[in-house]
T-cell receptor, first 112, second 114 residues
Framework: EPEVTQTPSHQVTQMGQEVILRCVPI?????FYWYRQILGQKVEFLVSFYNNEISEKSEIFDDQFSVERPDGSNFTLKIRSTKLEDSAMYFC??????????FGQGTRLTVV | AQSVTQLGSHVSVSEGALVLLRCNYSSSVPPYLFWYVQYPNQGLQLLLK??????LVKGINGFEAEFKKSETSFHLTKPSAHMSDAAEYFC????????????FGGGTRVLVKP
């Protein structure tokens, strides 16, 4: 069964460093998303991406964040200068047409 | 704007007992509604979805949910809890059109006692 794949599963980084979280969405999906879940809190929407551009972003998704689909398969989330409060589980998701979103296993980011 | 409220951040049930997880939503347009489950250290897995067809929706692992427009609710139930149901459950709402974001509730952690 096709699935959304995220790498790495865990990432530890120093405050101020750049991190790139990687995702491979399901191959025939058209809509791509990043969500995050701070420990003990709800899952929050960050950004959605369609047709090679951002279609919607939340207030969390400030200038420190960017997304890219560099080729036909990868979808990346970059945090330019990480802060302690960026520590969270980051989920990538994708869907096709009007179907449900499929989520990856997540990347746990720890900023120290 | 959409929002989702899940009553009870923690629920404890005995094995074999009814599981009832409450979800209420607010949406200015007819919504799509979803229940996702998150097992420890794993991602989000879809349990079931409501997409304006039948109001009683059956999902995986014996779960079902009923959409009640008059009550703006989408409560999740399972007649008989199993130890493997211990997990966190999230209700989510989405506007109908493709590509729209999910708005999640706060989640309900289910503990199953033997």
């Amino acid at each position: 069964e096709p699935e959304v794949t995220q790498t790495p599963s865990h990432q530890v980084t120093q405050m101020g460093q750049e991190v790139i979280l990687r995702c491979v969405p399901i191959s025939n999906h058209l809509y791509f998303y990043w969500y995050r879940q701070i420990l003990g809190q709800k899952v929050e929407f960050l950004v959605s991406f369609y047709n090679n551009e951002i279609s919607e972003k939340s207030e969390i998704f400030d200038d420190q964040f960017s997304v890219e689909r560099p080729d036909g398969s990868n979808f990346t989330l970059k945090i330019r200068s990480t802060k302690l409060e960026d520590s969270a589980m980051y989920f990538c998701a994708s869907n096709k047409d009007n179907t449900e979103a499929f989520f990856g296993q997540g990347t746990r980011l720890t900023v120290v | 704007a959409q929002s989702v409220t899940q009553l009870g951040s923690h629920v404890s049930v005995s094995e074999g007992a009814l599981v009832l997880l409450r979800c209420n939503y607010s949406s200015s347009v007819p919504p799509y509604l979803f229940w996702y489950v998150q097992y420890p250290n794993q991602g989000l897995q879809l349990l079931l979805k409501y997409t304006s067809a039948a109001t009683l929706v059956k999902g995986i692992n014996g779960f079902e949910a009923e959409f009640k427009k008059s009550e703006t609710s989408f409560h999740l139930t399972k007649p008989s809890a199993h130890m493997s149901d211990a997990a966190e459950y999230f209700c989510a709402v989405r506007r109908e059109a493709a590509g729209n974001k999910l708005t999640f509730g706060g989640g309900t952690r289910v503990l199953v006692k033997p």
